[in-house]
């Protein structure tokens, strides 16, 4: 080894420039060797996990906050309703509030008088005496019936987002496999995932090359 | 349906790939799995070929890769913008690659490094009577980072894998400027005896 220490410097200047220099010229010929389609997958995997495990988290702190904003409210109702008579004593003959809101029935006679926290039973027991039975639906207020355009655009949500991580990163092997130049392999791939989710829009410069391959493909 | 409308997309693949790395690291530390889509594809195999050459060994490789991207994942709530992404993913390999070597025997079997070299070759589309002389230059260079020691073969491996500049490198293994530099050095003067005639 021949220690001069200027052909040191300048090596080192050719490495450290914007090309590299001799030796960064033959490392780039060298095998561009890839992370096989396990690793990426299992990455992958373990990020959709983890960002949906902090989704789940999210739903959780949301949930219990919003547990314990009722309660407060249902303490603070309580609250309100047991000094009520102390502040001002109701006259005789005159309804609860309870009873006043729901006006489907009177209730029946002898049956204690409803507090606000009692609203559901008591709402079951005025059906019961109307001629209704009882239903878990009466007790437990069903979700609103969802509108025409709303089930469609929830039909076309849960098509368009099937499988997102899936889509996802198979969108982002096609486009490095563009950028690496390999794009006939690319153009299989996007042909492979546009026939798994035919549904699924494409991102417009991946749609614009699907249909000329499909245009080309045509022509042959 | 093909929409080519890029807002109307599930997820804006377009303006995820005009990002830069921290803003995308940002986002996946609040949720966006999309952004770490792109910022994986972005990095993968620069990652992977700087773990192949350090290790020697494609199953360390594997192993040593999974894991780089699992402790970013666990660690994603704690990245900061300051810190160059591409900093922070090699300094998480290159840490991994240095336990990895204290544990290990200093180094591999010589007919394990042969064997890793094969694997390693170019496909052989080149003209015929360039092959051997291409084949030979990259063959001189495999051998010659297979003998540095792992700490400049990492330098070297930095500069012209990931092409990061000496203070990157210095943050990256956890040194200074000159002794970066005189890794280097080393390096280079190894590259020139293999190819020495």
């Not at chain 1, 407060?72 to 609860?96: F, K, M, S, T």
């Not at chain 2, 530390?29 to 192949?52: C, N, P, T, W």
């Not at chain 2, 994603?76 to 998480?92: D, E, G, K």
Request: proline share 6%; hydrophobic share 45%.
């Amino acid at each position: 080894m021949n220690p001069d220490p200027h052909e040191h410097d300048a090596a080192l200047a050719r490495l450290l420039s914007e090309t590299g220099g001799e030796y960064a010229a033959v490392y780039r010929r060298l095998a561009r060797a890839q992370p096989p389609r396990r690793l990426d997958r299992a990455v992958l995997g373990e990020a959709a996990r983890a960002a949906r495990g902090q989704e789940a988290r999210g739903q959780r702190w949301r949930t219990w906050l919003g547990s314990a904003a009722g309660l407060v409210l249902a303490a603070g109702i309580a609250w309100r309703i047991g000094n009520e008579p102390l502040l001002a004593p109701r006259p005789q003959g005159a309804h609860d509030h309870a009873i006043q809101v729901e006006p489907i029935t009177a209730p029946r006679a002898g049956h204690r008088q409803a507090t606000p926290l009692d609203t559901a039973p008591a709402r079951a027991d005025a059906r019961e005496s109307a001629g209704h039975p009882p239903t878990s639906i009466d007790v437990d207020a069903p979700p609103r019936a969802a509108t025409a355009p709303a089930k469609a655009r929830q039909a076309q949500d849960a098509t368009n987002t099937a499988d997102p991580v899936e889509f996802g990163s198979r969108i982002a092997v096609i486009r490095q496999l563009l950028r690496e130049g390999e794009r006939a392999q690319a153009v299989a791939q996007l042909q492979a995932l546009h026939a798994a989710y035919p549904a699924a829009p494409l991102p417009a410069d991946l749609a614009a090359l699907l249909d000329t391959a499909d245009r080309a493909a045509d022509q042959r | 349906m093909r929409l080519d409308d890029a807002a109307a997309l599930p997820h804006a693949h377009c303006t995820m790939d005009e990002r830069t790395d921290e803003d995308l690291m940002l986002a996946y530390a609040k949720g966006d799995l999309i952004a770490f889509e792109v910022l994986y594809g972005r990095h993968r195999a620069m990652l992977y070929r700087f773990l192949l050459r350090t290790l020697r060994n494609r199953a360390d490789a594997d192993e040593m890769f999974q894991e780089t991207w699992s402790r970013l994942i666990r660690a994603r709530a704690r990245y900061r913008a300051q810190a160059r992404f591409t900093t922070w993913l090699l300094q998480i390999a290159h840490n991994l690659a240095r336990d990895r070597f204290r544990r290990q025997r200093p180094h591999l079997a010589r007919a394990e490094a042969e064997a890793v070299l094969d694997r390693l070759a170019a496909p052989e589309r080149d003209q015929p009577e360039r092959v051997l002389s291409e084949f030979e230059q990259r063959r001189r260079l495999q051998l010659a980072m297979e003998e540095l020691p792992p700490e400049q073969r990492m330098a070297f491996l930095l500069r012209v894998e990931a092409g990061l500049g000496l203070e990157e490198i210095g943050a990256v293994t956890g040194v200074g400027r000159e002794t970066v530099k005189s890794r280097l050095r080393y390096a280079l003067t190894r590259m020139r005896a293999r190819f020495a005639p």
